[in-house]
């Protein structure tokens, strides 16, 4: 059975389940993973075990006491939670030591120093740890190094590279595996019986859309890259079919950019107006065409087709072989950089696009 409902991190949940027995849960942990997959969900579950007054067998917390209360209404006073605010590019140095006025007089380095309120130590979760300037990176290292006692703090990042190397050096670190469709499947199918709880992941409405079908369910989780969150956004039925248009005018040559581009932002305009929408929209039109150009490449190198059989249906029609898979695959992901940092999305999309089209004459720069 899955531990308190998370599934496919069995080995996670292990590592920490026999940490916990030897009395040896580290003071420092980066989580590390694909967005979408349940680290942050994991890390606050993680928080409630640990903070629970009569953890039992398994790490499972006691969910009854007054701790597992707190902790599971979202509002444990030793459990703090920070990350990137939206309309920023990195977490503020403020976050950590306080504003100016106010420096190590509030901030989570500071809070941490303060005695535990409820139980016997506190725990940090640290989001968007990919977004961490050196600054405030380096207000941490301290409190890293030597956390206040008992205290256990978690940096939750997508990818190892993008910490920096004295974050890395001084924690645990923690990978996290992709979800196998099968997986997001069962998730899925799962949250649309019960009617849908969407739990701790941002969604738009698109959940609520009842969909009709295992088939919609199971081409969502194959094309949801193993995450949980791509593919509760890909029920969205009108994601769904732009994603297979975007593979189907990604894989045509010559491709047509300027069709992408205003395709991309029709797509972009019918979300609305809100920031957060459109970029999450963005992200995953890049990332299914990131997916797009590894399984070109992974076709083209190794024979191995893909096992999602929208992308098994268009790879064939490829015709850039894999060096422009490779350029195409390296521009998508500077573009995706460009959204998580909060540039300007029309301006990406024309960017991306144009490179997309010549991707013969932007190799060699
Ligand atoms: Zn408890």
Redesign the pocket.
């Given at each position: 059975m899955a531990w308190q409902g998370i599934e496919g991190h069995d080995a996670v949940v292990e590592r920490f389940v026999a940490a916990q027995a030897l009395g040896r849960i580290a003071g420092s942990y980066l989580f590390i993973g694909p967005p979408g997959i349940g680290k942050s969900t994991f890390a606050q579950k993680l928080a409630?075990s640990l903070?629970?007054?009569?953890?039992g067998k398994g790490l499972l917390?006691?969910?009854?006491?007054?701790?597992?209360?707190q902790?599971k209404a979202g509002r444990h006073p030793d459990i703090d939670i920070v990350s990137k605010p939206e309309d920023r590019a990195t977490i503020p140095l403020e976050t950590f030591i306080g504003d100016a006025d106010h420096r190590m007089r509030e901030g989570l380095c500071w809070r941490l120093l303060l005695r535990p309120t409820m139980g016997s130590r506190k725990v940090a979760i640290i989001l968007d740890a990919d977004h961490l300037a050196e600054e405030a990176a380096n207000c941490l290292l301290k409190t890293l190094e030597e956390p206040p006692d008992g205290a256990v703090i978690v940096l939750v990042g997508t990818a190892l590279e993008r910490q920096l190397p004295t974050i890395r050096s001084r924690c645990q670190i923690v990978r996290f595996r992709p979800l196998t469709s099968e997986t997001v499947f069962s998730i899925l199918k799962h949250e649309t019986a019960r009617g849908t709880d969407i739990g701790q992941i941002q969604n738009d409405d698109a959940i609520k859309k009842e969909p009709d079908n295992d088939s919609l369910l199971w081409a969502c989780a194959q094309g949801s890259g193993g995450s949980l969150q791509r593919a509760r956004l890909l029920l969205d039925p009108m994601l769904a079919a732009f994603r297979c248009r975007l593979i189907s005018l990604l894989s045509h040559r010559p491709m047509h950019g300027v069709e992408l581009a205003d395709e991309t932002k029709l797509l972009l305009d019918a979300a609305g107006k809100e920031a957060p929408v459109r970029r999450a929209r963005l992200r995953i039109v890049l990332e299914s065409a990131i997916d797009f150009f590894r399984a070109a490449l992974r076709d083209d190198l190794a024979g191995e087709p893909p096992c999602d059989q929208v992308l098994a249906e268009l790879i064939n029609a490829w015709t850039g072989g894999s060096e422009e898979a490779v350029v195409s695959l390296r521009h998508t992901l500077d573009a995706l950089d460009a959204v998580n940092r909060n540039a300007n999305l029309t301006i990406v999309v024309d960017a991306w696009t144009a490179l997309l089209e010549q991707p013969r004459l932007t190799q060699t720069t």
């Open positions: 409630g903070l629970c007054r009569s953890t917390p006691c969910n009854a006491c007054s701790s597992c209360v902790a």
